[in-house]
């Protein structure tokens, strides 16, 4: 590992930001490439429909509309005014409907983007399949035990079809890059995710009309059991996610407490949740996510709310994802004492007492260097200068690398794509039925007030199932 300067000359700084440059595998748009390019041929275009145009399915859309290799035919929502306004939104002038069935029985449609309340997805899924579309459903992928093993059941029948989660933290070369530097070693061995996702009381979830009247209760359905696997699964599971990535595993167990202590309007889901996941190897992820304050503890309080603190024996990244106004952040400490390793790798007798010696001068973070700001032999010597310059400029906190692309984007494109060639997703069914197991098992574990394993799952659910509806 190389030294840790505290405050880093240009040349370490160089150094430094050599070893964590990482190829960004998931940005696929050449640099320099405009963001909305020329329309392509109708028939080179994937033909897809939106099925739930709510805020996310208009979300979508925004996004969706600058990426041309699909074309948006159909939206759907059981509440008209959401369908045109998605349909206004992406502004190809798709067919709308109510009944997202008989938007599946449209042969114009290949593939749905499911953007519905969670207790849907599984229906939705389910019929989209049997339909012979490909799927992109929005996580936390399905909602019960019985749906985990009915759609992996099915999926696995038809193949051909591709089935991605919308989990987009997958997609971000910021994630890619963290999770390479663990791969070359640069973490040491990772050993804890620490991950939150806070919001003060007035941006936390609240109850729109009568939590007594049904359509009220729908139209806030995250606040209900009935339709909605609260905050494990609308925020937690994105998280969760990114742990099972960084650690390579599923967790082994949970343990939780969760509360609905502040936010009495009516719901039932809790307002705060702490969980505690146990991996295979002793891997902990620490989970919080509350209602009543939305500072993090990360980035030196640049950012409110979510994040992720990946720690290893060698150094640790603070890491989030980001939105459309701001950019993904990653920021790379390295140990300021790691243990030491000897020219095989092997470990080195470390010296006695250490732990007397004071907290010692934390090292400066350095940031995750992402494709563009890698030094290649091609590089003529203004283009080296520059990247360096770069470099130094982000040693300084003067500017951060961004994101080529919002990640949403690179995941429509990617899901777009995987449908015309028959490609694999990264976010695929098992990643996110593993997402989804997760959810169920430490709401769980939050209702029961135990140790839930994970394996519990395999016998959960597997009473016996209504036969899917052919479309
Ligand atoms: N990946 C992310 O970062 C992210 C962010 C936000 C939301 N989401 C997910 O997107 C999904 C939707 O969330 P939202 O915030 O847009 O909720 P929302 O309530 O704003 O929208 C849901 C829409 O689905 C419609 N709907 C309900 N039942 C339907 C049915 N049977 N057929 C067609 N339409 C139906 C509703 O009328 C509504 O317009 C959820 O699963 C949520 O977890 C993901």
Redo the contacts with the bound molecule.
């Keep these: 590992m190389p030294k840790t300067p505290a405050d880093p000359t240009r040349r370490d700084v160089v150094k430094l930001a050599g070893a964590a440059t990482v190829a960004a595998a998931s940005t696929r748009r050449a640099e320099g490439a405009p963001a909305i390019q020329t329309v392509r041929a109708a028939n080179n275009q994937l033909q897809y429909a939106l ?7 208009q979300y979508h859309m925004k996004h969706a509309k600058g990426i041309d290799t699909g074309r948006c035919v159909a939206v ?4 008209e005014e ?1 369908a045109l306004k998605g349909a206004k939104e992406i502004g190809s002038n798709p067919k709308v409907y109510k009944d ?1 069935r008989e938007l599946l029985a449209n042969k114009d449609v290949d593939a749905v983007l499911i ?4 207790f ?2 599984y229906p939705v899924t389910r019929d989209a399949l049997l339909a012979g579309k490909h799927v992109f459903c ?2 936390s992928l399905v909602f019960k035990p019985e749906e985990v093993h009915g759609l992996r059941a099915l999926s696995k029948e038809r193949p051909k079809q591709v089935l991605q989660t ?1 989990l ?1 933290r997958r997609y971000s070369a910021f994630y890619d890059a963290a999770a390479q530097m663990i791969q070359k070693g640069m973490l040491g061995d990772v050993t804890h995710v620490y991950a939150q996702w806070h919001r003060g009381p007035m941006g936390a979830w609240r109850m729109k009309g009568d939590a007594k009247n049904p359509k009220d209760r729908l139209a806030t ?1 995250r606040l209900f059991r009935e339709y909605s696997g609260g905050l494990v699964a ?1 925020l937690a599971s ?1 998280q969760i996610d990114v742990a099972d990535r960084m650690f390579g595993a599923t967790p082994e167990f949970v343990v939780g407490v969760g509360g609905l202590d502040y936010m009495k309007d009516g719901r039932d889901v809790y307002d705060n949740i702490q969980l505690i996941f146990k991996y295979p190897k002793g891997q902990k992820l620490t989970y919080t996510s509350i209602s009543t304050n939305s500072h993090l503890p990360l980035f030196g309080g640049a950012r409110t709310q979510f994040g992720e603190m990946i720690m290893g024996t060698h150094g640790a990244i603070h890491i989030t994802v980001g939105t459309d106004n701001e950019p993904a952040l990653g920021i790379w400490y390295p140990e300021a004492n790691p243990p030491q390793t000897g020219p095989a790798g092997e470990k080195k007798a470390q010296p006695a007492g250490a732990s007397l010696a004071g907290t010692g001068k934390g090292g400066k973070g350095l940031p995750i260097l992402l494709n563009r700001d890698q030094v290649s032999d091609q590089d003529g010597f203004i283009a080296k200068e520059l990247k360096f310059a770069r470099r130094w400029l982000y040693s300084k906190g003067v500017m951060l690398p961004e994101e080529d692309r919002n990640p949403v984007d690179v995941q429509l494109e990617s899901f777009f794509s995987d449908c015309k060639t028959g490609a694999h997703p990264k976010a695929d069914l098992e990643i996110g039925l593993a997402d989804s197991t997760a959810v169920i098992l430490a709401n769980l574990a939050l209702d029961e007030g135990r140790r839930v394993f994970f394996n519990e799952i395999d016998k959960m659910g597997k009473g016996p199932e209504p036969k899917a509806r052919k479309a």
């Design positions: 099925i739930g145009s709510g805020s996310r399915g759907c929502d059981t509440v959401n997202y953007a519905t309340p969670l849907m997805h929005e996580k919308g987009q359905w609308e994105h």
